[in-house]
């Protein structure tokens, strides 16, 4: 009788990010399959829900992490850091590397920010290496290394969509790899709608992304004010998620940032604070969801996909999104894909769905049944699967 597979799992954000999220949806698909074990970063929300399903984790805070960023500079400062933090890490290594090497037949990185981990682990063990690549990066001479090292180190990489396995090629990246979509299954319509959202006449976007300048979540001040100048102020934005400025932003933003204002400081210097509604972080985004009539990711990465994308459309929620590539925002029927930020241009979006609720309804059934093609967790589970299974039997 063939045994089953021992995995352990590496996750850097422990519920409080998308990356996070999606393992977990794999770990529930998998775990009556696979003797799986999850070590996080971060402590969390993450751990409650592994405990719910009988999975164990544990918290490891002394995990390295580090990946490249567009800026030389940055670069610097980050892997000076990160060569720091593996120093002291020494005995988290050591009890990793004797961990893996008595329990485990392969070891899973959810995320390509563990490649210096993966590398130095894979000096010292034979047992195979998965690695999930969940984001573009920039074309560096930073990148590229990176896209190296994670080469040399790891058997196999699971990318969320094609846009992450052209990018990881045209970056030098070579080795076998599989796209598999994340996994976000339709919601149950008894989700309660979070108490915290008003329950009036506004028609409600909501947001799932923890502030960064890519993100492009200060857009959404941009859309609130063009509403406003075209006298429609029956929008309220609901967002989830850490609004903290850096300081290094452009602009009036910038000027926020460095007087120690957040998001909601920004939205009330441009006049539309009373359209916004700031939650922080909240541990069940399908609550918001449930809330809200759309969801609107307005990045500056062009990357209309990711973790609150699918999950809206799981949830029946149209989405509005920046790019071209239309796998799951698809214009006109799953949502509003725009090929350029322009804030007039989403803001009439905004009102043509608003005002036209039987559209907006079709909107929603198409999303639900698109992402659930795509999405299937069954399906996407057993893909992953398979690659675990293939990696422990050679």
Known sequence: MESVPRVLCLDIEGGYGGSSRSLYEFVRCLRNKVSIEVWCRRAGPIEDRYAAIGVPCSVATDMPKVSSLPRCSRNLLVYSQAYWSFWKARPFLVHLLRT?????????FNHEALFLLASWLRRRTNVPFTMHIRTNLWDTSFARWQTRKMSRAVNHFAFITENEQRNFQRLGGWGEGTVIYNIAEPTEACITPLEAVPKDHRFKIASLSNYSWLRGS????NVAVALAAQGRRDFLFVVAGDIKLPRSLPGELGKVARRGGTLADYASVCGVLDMFLFLGHVSEPESVLAACHVMAKLTREDNPWGRDIIEALAAGRPVLSIGRWDGFVQNGRTG??????????VAQGLIQLADDRGRLNEMAGRAREHVTRLCSGRERAADLLAIWAKLVRA
Not at 218 to 221: G, H, I, S, T, Y
Not at 336 to 345: E, N, S, W
């Open 218 to 221: 200060d857009r959404l001040v």
């Open 100 to 108: 893996v090497n008595n329990r485990f037949d392969l070891v899973h």
């Open 336 to 345: 509003v894909l725009y090929p350029v930020f322009q804030a007039d241009g």
